[in-house]
């Protein structure tokens, strides 16, 4: 569709100042520890390529094709461009339960995605299956406001913003949907960028 393909166009220009600003540190936090076998669910244009290290073994998956392409693009100026293998594919995808077998991630990344996921759920019940025990989910995702009025608005909202933000939905309780996911907690933290954020760190106990 031609708002994807200029969502894919466009979106690294329309989110230069904010990663410059607020989101690349908290990407850098989170991603430049991270060691092993790791999924990165929706990759994007690739914009947390760069705060990986150069040890890992990362499966990132997206499945908007334009998305994808600019991606591909990043990975190859990176110097262990070989250790990032990218799918046109999304997280509830049947090939997913071939792609990653049980009990064999150290870690899941979703950064600015978990909104998109169409079922959220059952997506944090896979993480959990694929994930190794003490393997590490971490987020950086806008969540549903705790505000009343700012909720309210949100959900207003939304029906448009799912248009023109390619499936994002901006009232979803992301936080609250981890809390009740099984796993545990390791950071958290919630800031404000124009809309609610949420930033955590947690892991799989069993």
Same mark, same amino acid.
């Given at each position: #569709?031609?708002?994807? @393909?200029? &969502?894919? !166009?466009?979106?690294?220009?329309?989110?230069?100042?904010?990663?410059?600003?607020? &989101?690349?540190?908290?990407?850098?936090?989170?991603? +430049?520890?991270?060691?092993?076998? %790791?999924?990165?669910?929706?990759?994007?244009?690739? !914009?947390?390529?760069?705060?990986?290290?150069?040890?890992?073994?990362?499966?990132?998956?997206?499945? $908007?094709?334009? #998305?994808? +392409? @600019?991606? *591909?693009?990043?990975?190859?100026?990176?110097?262990?461009?070989? @250790? %990032?293998?990218?799918?046109? /594919?999304?997280?509830?995808?049947?090939? #997913?339960?071939? &792609?990653?077998?049980?009990?064999?991630?150290? !870690?899941?990344?979703?950064?600015? %995605?978990?909104? /998109?996921?169409?079922?959220?759920?059952?997506? &944090?019940?896979?993480?959990?299956?694929? =994930?190794?025990?003490?393997?590490?989910?971490?987020?950086?995702?806008?969540?549903? +406001?705790?505000?009343?009025? @700012?909720?309210?608005?949100?959900?207003?909202?939304?029906?448009?913003?799912?248009?023109?933000?390619?499936?994002?939905?901006?009232?979803?309780?992301?936080?609250?949907?981890? %809390?009740? $996911?099984?796993?545990?907690? =390791?950071?958290?933290?919630?800031?404000?960028?124009?809309?609610?954020?949420?930033?955590? *760190?947690?892991?799989?106990?069993?």
């Amino acid at each position: #569709m031609l708002y994807k @393909r200029i &969502l894919g !166009a466009f979106y690294d220009r329309f989110m230069h100042s904010l990663e410059k600003k607020y &989101l690349g540190e908290r990407r850098s936090r989170l991603i +430049s520890d991270l060691s092993g076998r %790791i999924l990165e669910v929706g990759v994007g244009t690739g !914009a947390n390529f760069k705060y990986y290290k150069e040890d890992i073994e990362l499966t990132g998956i997206e499945p $908007s094709p334009y #998305m994808l +392409s @600019r991606a *591909e693009k990043k990975r190859e100026l990176l110097l262990f461009p070989s @250790r %990032i293998t990218l799918l046109e /594919t999304g997280c509830g995808y049947p090939e #997913m339960k071939k &792609l990653i077998p049980d009990n064999s991630l150290d !870690a899941v990344v979703c950064t600015l %995605i978990l909104c /998109t996921i169409p079922d959220p759920e059952k997506a &944090l019940e896979n993480f959990m299956k694929w =994930l190794k025990p003490q393997g590490k989910l971490v987020v950086l995702e806008h969540i549903r +406001s705790h505000h009343p009025a @700012r909720e309210k608005w949100q959900d207003f909202l939304n029906p448009f913003w799912k248009i023109v933000a390619d499936g994002c939905h901006l009232n979803r309780p992301t936080d609250r949907l981890l %809390i009740s $996911s099984g796993f545990e907690p =390791l950071r958290e933290e919630y800031f404000n960028i124009g809309m609610p954020f949420y930033e955590a *760190e947690f892991v799989k106990t069993t």
